[in-house]
């Protein structure tokens, strides 16, 4: 199988230099990508853009896989749908000015809806998403914006998250239960070639064909007698229909499709339901919220989260990492709403190790939330410079952690009123009672009844915290604080590309959308440097 190379010409034809005159002061990336497009995709990166083609068993591919992956980026830049990207193909002369396809006659899209679709799923599969961005930043030295010579040897990386809302339909206990079993009985319909609303009927599930879960049920939702029946009768109806398709559909059940949407029900009843104890052990709608709660049928991977106390949503938290020097995007990560941000640094540092220039890490800059990654006390060990802001004692009446003296060489702590402990990090430092109850300046330390003496939570990083502290409260530490706008500059520039809401379900197809942001990100900050 012959995979083409993308070879437009170098040569600027009449017509692309009347739209390059036009693209100076708006859509500037257009004007960039056609200057340099041979030099982002250049023979190396379109031999390993071919490799996505090598265990394909469709024949010759006819269209450059070069060219599919600049329309990619294309899309990112003028936030088109693949339905949009197609007419963009035909109609807009910038589109096809970059791909190469700029003629004086009207011409068919080179590409079908279907062929980027494929495309894309491709770069997925072989990670080609995350060498896309790669490139842009490889691309920096040849565009001549930045003097490498002048940037530090080492990285100063900044990394920030933002909430973003999944694409997947967010439901109540009824309502999930009711989707998913809906589900089920229209494909066990299809295999049995049936209808579904008969076949609801047949195996007593009518509840289930209803077009609304609380249609079908019809009952008052403002009484709880009602609202606890109603969960015993929707469950025995899913007990039916998942009877009858172990018995009549026998191995189909234990293979796609009919396994998937039987796993989903197994997995929504046992984080929603328990057995009722006043009920004979008739099921109830679990007490509390069940870890890792599953909110939505059509995307698994959304989760509730929670960004501040008083500021919760529903999807993923998006993590990007820049460098302060270049202001270039590294790194992207998209995990679940209720990951903690730690969780997602190990991948960005795995992605900066990836860079074949400039990969070590010199500085890290970082929300408090991703000091508790495992990563943090390597990264200190090999001393590279942790910059965040300290966590703090909240107390305003009383001593706070900072009026105690905390000695880390000989792990001792030392109270306001002189009296010394033994600590061990990642424990609770405690004055004895005895000590405290005789204190002339209890009250300052403690409101605790008598008999109960101070404590003090000594972190497991607490010589890091203390670090940060020392920093913050000069002049200077407080000025390394303030280099992260960039990050949140950056972070601002991608959420107003993707949106407040994902386009596509799951982490990894949402993880491509944030690369390919930040690629075009990227793009105009290279074309920015070369223009000043």
Known sequence: MSVPRWTPSSEITKREAYLLKRLVRTKKLFRFLREHRLDLFNDAFQDELASLYRDTDEGKVPIPPAQLAMAVLLQAYTESSDAEAIENVVVDARWRMVLGTLTNEEEDPPFSQGTLQRFRQRMIAHDMDRRLLERTVELAKHTGGFDFKKLPKTVRLAVDSRPLSGAGRVEDTFNLLGHAARKLLECAAAIADREPNELATAVGAATLASSSTKRGLDIDWNDPEQKADAIKKLVAQIDRLEQWVRNKLGDQADRPPLSRALETLAQLRDQDLEPDPDGGGAPRIRRGVAADRRVSV????????????????????????????????????????????????????????????????????????????????????????????????????????????????????????????????????????????????????????????????????????????????TPRGRARLRERVTIEHRLAHHASKQGPRARYLGVRKNTFDARRLAATINLEQLQAAEAA
């Not at 730690?342 to 890490?361: K, M």
């Open 298 to 473: 059509e995307d698994a991977e959304m989760r509730h989260g929670r960004k501040s106390k008083s500021r919760t949503f529903n999807g993923y938290k998006s993590h990007l990492a820049a460098d302060l020097d270049t202001k270039l995007i590294l790194a992207c990560g998209i995990t679940p709403a209720n990951k903690h941000e730690a969780d997602a640094l190990p991948a960005i540092i795995d992605d900066l190790a990836r860079y074949r220039e400039r990969n070590e890490l010199g500085e890290l800059h970082i929300d408090r939330g991703y000091i508790a990654s495992a990563n943090i006390g390597a990264l200190v060990a090999k001393k590279v410079s942790i910059i965040a802001k300290p966590w703090r004692s909240h107390s305003a009446l009383h001593f706070t952690k900072s009026d105690f003296r905390l000695d880390l060489s000989r792990l001792t702590i030392t109270c306001p009123a002189g009296h010394t402990e033994k600590v061990r990090l990642g424990t609770v430092a405690r004055f004895p009672a005895a000590t405290c109850d005789r204190c002339p300046i209890r009250a300052r330390c403690t409101d605790s009844a008598l008999g109960r003496g101070r404590t003090v939570a000594i972190a497991a990083d607490e010589r890091l915290q203390k670090t940060l502290r020392v920093a913050i409260a």
